[in-house]
Structures are given as structure tokens and as C-alpha cells.
């Protein structure tokens, strides 16, 4: 068969002739010949399969550079390097979606004095970690600040160790936030609590798996950052209503979520425990993240399973949302926890937003700042 018209090329690959022209000049599809006199660019008909995988990678949106990549490489090695691009467009496209839901939450309320409330709003908590009664070290640890919010409950051989170092990767963002987004200050903050868990994981025997789950919020004026891995579990109580704002990582949400398990079954199912995601050994553990708008009036309730597994959620619903006082509220979930056997570790965090302005004693922020006990049984 003879060579086609850059004319005929182009109708064929549904390219246009002025693409076509760019992609010579790139050294993307070169064609079969270019006429010395006319200069006239003619294409051989075989050239039309790669004409057509350009035009479908550039309806996929991804770069010239790129697409020379997949052009190169053998058809298996091409399908690998488009999923890994189109994973990255994924993950571009969730951190924009926040982003943009986020702003439209905030933008399309009509009462703009939320820009100036901003600053007047401020965070009054409490925290409480118990060991139980069964268990004979507390692996669970919790940290309450004015900025930071904080639960990691650890496991394996030195769990404890991996609860503690964790929490302590995030704490300097209490102390001071550093500029720019608080969403990525955050996760930055969560990785590198991921490295030194790994870096823990190293020096055990191989045998021998450790780890911890992390669920922390970050707040900054009306913002607030939650990135969570693990089964710990953040609760917001907003106009008499309690929501579950985090997704347990666990073998058993996985078989809720796709339809095999009812959230009855799963809730006393042998494996409930069993972690999918979390900080550990291995790295790879993404952690969920969002970011979302703080309102005056809001009440959330952070906690470790070893409470949210032993008290029903319909119970924890009626304390939050009949004990006013943080204190109070942590006090009593831990002694539901223990009047029920405290069959594990507990730990949680109550914290309500409110006007600066309301603050009673409690207005200093760092007048109730509070860690983990050093005594692991003992409240706080
Ligand atoms: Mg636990």
C-alpha cells in the first residue's frame, strides 16, 4: 500500500494535521517519509496504530513527554506505565476534590462573618486513656492540645513504644503550626510518625510484627485536617446528631463494604480486629485524609476500638450528647468501657468547638494541654 497525505493520515487517526506536524517535531510519530521538494509529510498505513494510541493518550490527558514513554515500551510494559499514570491522576484529582469541596462548603455560605469567626474560634477538650481490665499494658495513647488532637493504638510485641513515638511525630504541630496548607502539614507530620514506626519495626525480630493505628485532627482558625489510618474512630456530634467521619481499616469494613457482611455481623465477627491498613513494618499504608470546616456548637469524639467495640454506638451517642463538660464526658465513656469487662485498651478524646470568647478557665490554651499517662492505668 502506498504512503498516505498528511490529509488522509489525518482523517484516518483522527488527529489533526497541525497535531500531526507537532508530534514530527517531537519525535512522536515521525513520518514515513517527508517529500524533499514540497515538503510534504506522508505516512505509512502501519503508522495509524501508533497515531491512534497518541490520540487516546491524549484524550486520557496525559503530557507529550509521557506518551513518547508509552510509545516506547512493549504493549505489557505500556499498560503498566498508563495504570501508574492514571493512579497519580486519581490521587490528583481526590486531593482537588477536597480541596474544592471544602471551598464550596465554605464559599457558598451566605453568612460571610464565617471568614471573620475564624479567628474567634478555639477548641475546649479533654482526653483519658485507660489500660482496661484484661490487658496487662495500656498500648493505646492520646494527645489533646489546643491545635492537635490525637489517638494511636498500638500493637505487637512493643506496641506501646509504637503508640508513643507516633503520637510523638505529630506533637510539634501543637506547639507550632508550620506555614502553608494545613492539610499537608499534617500528613507530613503522619509520615514521618510512619518512619519512625518502621524505623521500630526494623529492629524487631522478623517474626515479630509491631505497629500502630493513627487518627489525628488539625485545627487552624475555622480549618480543621483529619488524616486516619487504622481503627480508631473519629464521631462528630453536629445538631443533636452523631456521624462517623472515619472508615475503619479493618478486614471486616472491607467485607461490609462490598456487600458480604452486615455491619451486625461484622461488629462481633472472630476477625473484627484484624488491620488492613496501618503504621507498620511494611510502608504503602496511605492514610485516609480530609479537610473540613469547624463550626461553632460542634462536638467530636475520637477514640480507639477499645471503645467504640465495647460500647454501642447509640450509647456513646447519648453520653456526648447529654454531658456538657469534656472532662466529664471522657470520664464517663471510660467507665462504660470498664463496667463492660474492659476487655481492651481505651483511650479517647472530647473536644468542642466553641467561641473564643465563651471560654471560661479553660480559655488558656495551653492550660489544659494533656499527654498520655506515665502511669498507663491511671486517669488522667
Ligand atoms: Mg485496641
Known amino acids: 500500500m502506498g504512503l498516505l497525505t498528511i490529509g488522509t493520515f489525518a482523517r484516518a487517526s483522527r488527529l489533526s494535521p497541525k497535531a500531526l506536524r507537532l508530534y514530527d517535531e517531537l519525535g512522536l510519530l515521525i513520518p514515513a517519509r517527508v517529500d524533499p521538494v514540497s515538503g510534504y509529510r506522508l505516512y505509512h498505513p502501519a503508522q495509524l496504530e501508533r497515531a491512534r494510541l497518541v490520540a487516546w493518550l491524549r484524550r ?23 495504570a501508574t499514570y492514571w493512579q497519580q491522576v486519581e490521587a490528583d484529582t481526590a486531593t482537588r476534590r477536597d480541596l474544592a469541596t471544602f471551598l464550596i462548603d465554605h464559599l457558598s455560605r451566605k453568612d460571610t462573618a464565617m471568614f471573620d469567626e475564624a479567628s474567634t474560634l478555639t477548641i475546649r ?16 495513647a492520646a494527645y489533646a492540645g489546643s491545635r492537635l488532637l490525637a489517638i494511636a493504638d498500638g500493637f505487637g510485641r512493643r506496641g506501646e513504644l509504637a503508640s508513643a513515638i507516633a503520637i510523638d511525630a505529630l506533637k510539634p504541630l501543637d506547639a507550632e503550626l508550620p506555614a502553608g496548607n494545613l492539610l499537608n502539614a499534617l500528613e507530613d507530620a503522619v509520615r514521618h510518625a510512619g518512619t519512625a514506626v518502621r524505623d521500630l519495626a526494623d529492629g524487631e525480630p522478623a517474626d515479630q510484627e509491631v505497629g500502630t493505628t493513627l487518627t489525628a485532627m488539625l ?67 496511605e492514610p485516609d485524609r480530609d479537610l473540613r470546616e469547624a463550626r461553632a456548637g460542634d462536638r467530636y469524639l475520637l477514640c480507639s476500638d477499645g471503645l467504640h467495640t465495647v460500647v454501642t454506638t447509640e450509647l456513646l451517642h447519648r453520653v456526648i450528647s447529654t454531658v456538657t463538660d469534656p472532662e466529664q464526658a471522657v470520664i464517663e465513656l471510660v467507665d462504660l468501657v470498664n463496667q463492660r469487662g474492659g476487655p481492651d485498651n481505651v483511650a479517647c478524646v472530647v473536644a468542642d ?22 502511669d498507663s492505668n491511671s486517669a488522667v
Not at 73 to 82: R, Y
Open 60 to 82: 486520557l490527558g496525559m503530557p507529550l513527554a509521557r506518551i513518547r514513554l508509552v510509545c516506547s515500551l512493549e504493549p505489557g510494559e505500556a499498560a503498566d506505565e498508563v
Open 125 to 140: 477538650y479533654a482526653m483519658r486513656s485507660d489500660r482496661g481490665l484484661v490487658r496487662e499494658a495500656n498500648q493505646d
Open 353 to 374: 468547638v466553641v467561641e473564643r470568647d465563651v471560654l471560661g478557665r479553660g480559655g488558656d490554651e495551653d492550660a489544659g494541654r494533656r499527654d498520655r499517662p506515665s
Open 219 to 285: 485545627w487552624s482558625g475555622s480549618q480543621l485536617a483529619l488524616v486516619h489510618v487504622g481503627d480508631s474512630r473519629v464521631y462528630l456530634l453536629r445538631g443533636g446528631n452523631l456521624f462517623q467521619i472515619t472508615h475503619d481499616h479493618t478486614f471486616v469494613q472491607s467485607l461490609v463494604d462490598e456487600g458480604r457482611l452486615t455491619p451486625e455481623e461484622a461488629a462481633s465477627h472472630p476477625q473484627r480486629s484484624i488491620l488492613i491498613r496501618a503504621l507498620h513494618r511494611r510502608a504503602g499504608a
